[in-house]
């Protein structure tokens, strides 16, 4: 139901887009956002985005990273500027509507140092 895109092998200050594709209407979700799993880590929230348009990020990437939305297409963006080493982890895709939560398959961002 999620089809999340646009990893790769980057450079440290570099930046990518990530893309969520959802299969449904993203409007009826309460939440969107991303989390991100590093070799030998938990798995961790990078970002929210409610319907209602508030936003929430992790520390490590503040300032760097934007989520947003466009309802018309379905899909969820994260945007990553000044990429990190740190940062190199599988990117999943979530999604809540009511007590549901959803996953989309991992794409894996790779930041060279």
């Known amino acids: 139901q999620l089809q999340a895109s646009g990893g790769g092998l980057v450079q440290a200050g570099d930046s990518l887009s990530l893309s969520c594709a959802a299969s449904g209407s993203i409007s009826s979700m309460n939440l969107m956002g991303w989390y991100r799993q590093a070799p030998g880590k938990q798995r961790e929230l990078v970002a929210l985005?409610?319907?209602?348009?508030?936003?929430n990020y992790v520390d490590s990437v503040k300032g760097r990273f934007t989520i947003s939305r466009d309802n018309a297409k379905n899909t969820v963006y994260l945007q990553m500027n000044s990429l990190k080493p740190e940062d190199t982890a599988v990117y999943y895709c979530y999604g809540m509507r009511r007590s549901s939560n959803y996953w989309g398959q991992g794409t894996l961002v790779t930041v060279s140092s």
């Open positions: 985005l409610s319907n209602s348009g508030s936003t």
